[in-house]
């Protein structure tokens, strides 16, 4: 129930935003635009593309600024003072984000039923559910640094999240990968979660699905316990 | 009964020490004020105590449990107005005292009966649903007191609670914290404002550079400074004078009043000046808590 209300709290003071939102959805959409013309793909990789970075990138844009947003607001120490543990906070700003990342995630599927791609709901909606929750943990791991200047925190957050979109098949089909690049992909759990959405909409994974959503699960767990671990560190620091 | 008590508190934030064996208690049921200049260490005492920080070394126990081990139960049964703490700006007031309300696991229905009453008494009801964006810095602070008493504690910490407000709204949070003194609530009160702690305080303890310099009744604190007279001195001109200066007023404690009245009366004819008001008084608290931190520095 706590994690509940921190996470009602977040999506209210953080996400129901319009720039937010629309940013949310116009960031995956344009550069899915840049891959898409003027090249002869088909519609099916196209959209696993769109669905993949909508969900990262909408999992990761708030979580990892809510911390030093707080900080900055002197909204902390009063959120800190209550009857909550870090890992409260933590599964509520999870919560938030999450459910702002399935939500957001909607968007491209409805596109996909429009085009008339068939999508296997099946492994889809468990994938998306499970991504963005390894994609909001690892949005938070960002705030672990413990500055209160939100421009700090979207530095090393962007940093880390494009790089990662050119090393997870969304451009690039893994087979089509060096060996070199093959490997370095591996260490993106967003590589894992492409592959599941390709097997969705009809493509052949690189993977075997369950290998797929358990090395997904094992980044959530380890992003999930690092998270709770550096938080508690760097909550402290930002009073 | 004692229900905050504080042994050997110690902590340091890099090169700095903070608190330095500080200790102290408080009885249930009595309003405790924490006085000290900026930076002596009262804000950090406060967030040991309410469970925010741990101490480096020394022990503490609110109600009971241990700040370091049993923190939950600490911040459970107590209220908190931190100093430097904001509502959130975007959700309105209804909004913040419900999120906190959800945090202390109050039951929905008691919830907003218990909201309800203290919006009416801090007179923010009519507000509840506009955002905290758009209020007055009084009433802010209405709301954050709402949001320290909302899960009706037994304890509750007000760091700087009056600080910067509007004279209505000061009042009104002084007669609040008056009212639970006598609903038999433990107050334990951080300020600067040397009338209100002695009006409202039945103890006091001061703090300067991480020490505790004495725990006391204000009475009794007044009585500890040196002389047990001030006299209050304004010439017609500014002069130069061993005392201390407020204004265009000069304050010598003493112990022998008639003989200082005549050394002044001397140092005017001397001197060629005119005495504009002279008259004595017995050392109020702000004297006395400035010759305890004087006493403290040539120590």
Same mark, same amino acid.
């Given at each position: 129930?706590?994690?509940?209300?921190?996470?009602?709290?977040?999506?209210?003071?953080?996400?129901?935003?319009?720039?937010?939102?629309?940013?949310?959805?116009?960031?995956?959409?344009?550069? &899915?635009?840049?891959?898409?013309?003027?090249?002869?793909?088909?519609?099916?990789?196209?959209?696993?593309? #769109?669905?993949?970075?909508?969900?990262?990138?909408?999992?990761?844009?708030?979580?990892?600024?809510?911390? $030093?947003?707080?900080?900055?607001?002197?909204?902390? *120490?009063?959120?800190?003072?209550?009857?909550?543990?870090?890992?409260?906070?933590?599964?509520?700003?999870?919560?938030?984000?999450?459910?702002?990342?399935?939500?957001?995630?909607?968007?491209?599927?409805?596109?996909?039923?429009?085009? !008339?791609?068939?999508?296997?709901?099946?492994?889809?909606?468990?994938?998306?559910?499970?991504?963005?929750?390894?994609?909001?943990?690892?949005?938070?791991? &960002?705030?672990?640094?413990?500055?209160?200047?939100?421009?700090?925190?979207?530095?090393?957050?962007?940093?880390?999240?494009? $790089?990662?979109?050119? /090393?997870?098949?969304?451009?690039?089909?893994?087979?089509?990968?060096?060996?070199? !690049?093959?490997?370095?992909?591996?260490?993106?759990?967003?590589?894992?979660?492409?592959?599941?959405?390709?097997?969705?909409?009809? #493509?052949?994974?690189?993977?075997?699905?369950?290998?797929?959503?358990?090395?997904?699960?094992?980044?959530?767990?380890?992003?999930?316990?690092?998270?709770?671990?550096?938080?508690?560190?760097?909550?402290?620091?930002?009073? | 009964?004692?229900?905050?008590?504080?042994?050997?508190?110690?902590?340091?934030?890099?090169?700095?020490?903070?608190?330095?064996?500080?200790?102290?208690?408080?009885?249930?049921?009595?309003?405790?004020?924490?006085?000290?200049?900026?930076?002596? !260490?009262?804000?950090?005492?406060?967030? /040991?105590?309410?469970?925010?920080?741990?101490?480096?070394?020394?022990?503490?126990?609110?109600?009971?449990?241990?700040?370091?081990?049993?923190?939950?139960?600490?911040?459970?049964?107590? !209220?908190?107005?931190? *100093?430097?703490?904001?509502?959130?700006?975007?959700?309105?007031?209804?909004? +913040?005292?419900?999120?906190?309300?959800?945090?202390?696991?109050?039951?929905?229905?008691?919830?907003?009966?218990?909201? +309800?009453?203290?919006?009416?008494?801090?007179?923010?009801?009519? @507000?509840?649903?506009?955002?905290? @964006?758009?209020?007055?810095?009084?009433?802010?602070?209405?709301?954050?007191?709402?949001?320290?008493?909302?899960?009706?504690?037994?304890?509750?910490?007000?760091?700087?609670?009056?600080?910067? #407000?509007?004279?209505?709204?000061?009042?009104?949070?002084?007669?609040?914290?008056?009212?639970?003194?006598?609903?038999?609530?433990?107050?334990?009160?951080?300020?600067?404002?040397?009338?209100?702690?002695?009006?409202?305080?039945?103890?006091?303890?001061?703090?300067?550079?991480?020490?505790?310099?004495?725990?006391?009744? $204000?009475?009794?604190?007044?009585?500890?400074?040196?002389?047990?007279?001030?006299?209050?001195?304004?010439? +017609?001109?500014?002069?130069?004078?061993?005392?201390?200066?407020?204004?265009?007023?000069?304050?010598?404690?003493?112990?022998?009043?008639?003989?200082?009245?005549?050394?002044?009366?001397?140092?005017?004819?001397?001197?060629?000046?005119?005495?504009?008001?002279?008259?004595?008084?017995?050392?109020?608290?702000?004297?006395?808590?400035?010759?305890?931190?004087?006493?403290?520095?040539?120590?």
């Amino acid at each position: 129930m706590k994690c509940i209300a921190i996470a009602k709290k977040d999506i209210i003071m953080y996400y129901m935003k319009g720039p937010v939102v629309i940013f949310g959805i116009l960031l995956p959409l344009f550069l &899915f635009l840049a891959f898409w013309i003027g090249r002869d793909i088909p519609e099916n990789f196209l959209m696993t593309g #769109l669905i993949a970075m909508t969900v990262f990138f909408s999992s990761t844009s708030v979580s990892p600024v809510i911390a $030093p947003w707080e900080g900055q607001m002197r909204t902390l *120490e009063r959120l800190i003072a209550c009857p909550v543990s870090t890992t409260t906070i933590v599964f509520g700003d999870v919560l938030a984000s999450l459910s702002f990342g399935i939500a957001i995630s909607s968007v491209p599927i409805l596109l996909c039923l429009a085009l !008339g791609i068939k999508i296997w709901f099946l492994f889809l909606i468990p994938a998306i559910f499970l991504s963005a929750f390894c994609f909001s943990c690892l949005g938070l791991l &960002f705030s672990a640094y413990p500055t209160n200047l939100p421009s700090t925190i979207m530095m090393i957050s962007s940093m880390v999240r494009f $790089p990662l979109i050119f /090393i997870s098949g969304i451009f690039i089909p893994l087979e089509d990968l060096p060996f070199w !690049g093959r490997a370095i992909s591996f260490l993106s759990p967003l590589t894992y979660f492409t592959d599941i959405v390709r097997f969705s909409l009809g #493509l052949k994974p690189f993977l075997p699905i369950y290998l797929d959503f358990l090395i997904l699960s094992l980044f959530s767990l380890i992003f999930l316990g690092l998270v709770i671990k550096l938080q508690e560190r760097a909550l402290l620091k930002r009073l | 009964m004692i229900v905050i008590e504080a042994e050997g508190l110690c902590k340091n934030f890099g090169e700095v020490r903070a608190l330095d064996g500080v200790s102290f208690k408080v009885k249930k049921g009595k309003v405790f004020g924490f006085l000290g200049p900026n930076g002596a !260490g009262k804000t950090t005492t406060v967030r /040991i105590l309410t469970g925010i920080i741990k101490p480096d070394s020394g022990y503490a126990w609110v109600n009971g449990y241990d700040v370091v081990r049993e923190k939950l139960k600490v911040k459970n049964s107590i !209220g908190v107005l931190p *100093e430097i703490s904001n509502a959130y700006p975007d959700l309105t007031a209804w909004q +913040n005292l419900m999120l906190i309300s959800s945090l202390y696991g109050i039951k929905r229905r008691e919830a907003e009966k218990r909201a +309800n009453e203290l919006l009416k008494e801090f007179g923010i009801i009519e @507000r509840k649903d506009s955002k905290v @964006r758009g209020f007055s810095k009084g009433m802010k602070q209405r709301l954050m007191l709402c949001m320290a008493l909302i899960s009706d504690p037994k304890i509750v910490f007000l760091d700087e609670p009056t600080s910067g #407000l509007d004279v209505k709204s000061a009042r009104m949070i002084r007669e609040k914290i008056l009212e639970m003194e006598r609903e038999g609530k433990t107050v334990f009160l951080t300020s600067h404002n040397m009338d209100e702690v002695n009006m409202l305080c039945d103890e006091i303890a001061i703090i300067n550079k991480g020490k505790i310099v004495v725990v006391d009744t $204000p009475e009794r604190i007044k009585q500890r400074v040196g002389g047990s007279v001030a006299v209050e001195v304004s010439f +017609n001109k500014k002069v130069e004078l061993d005392a201390k200066r407020f204004g265009d007023k000069y304050i010598i404690y003493t112990t022998d009043p008639y003989e200082t009245i005549c050394e002044i009366v001397e140092f005017a004819r001397k001197n060629g000046l005119k005495i504009v008001s002279i008259n004595t008084r017995t050392p109020t608290l702000e004297d006395a808590f400035l010759k305890l931190l004087e006493m403290e520095e040539v120590e």
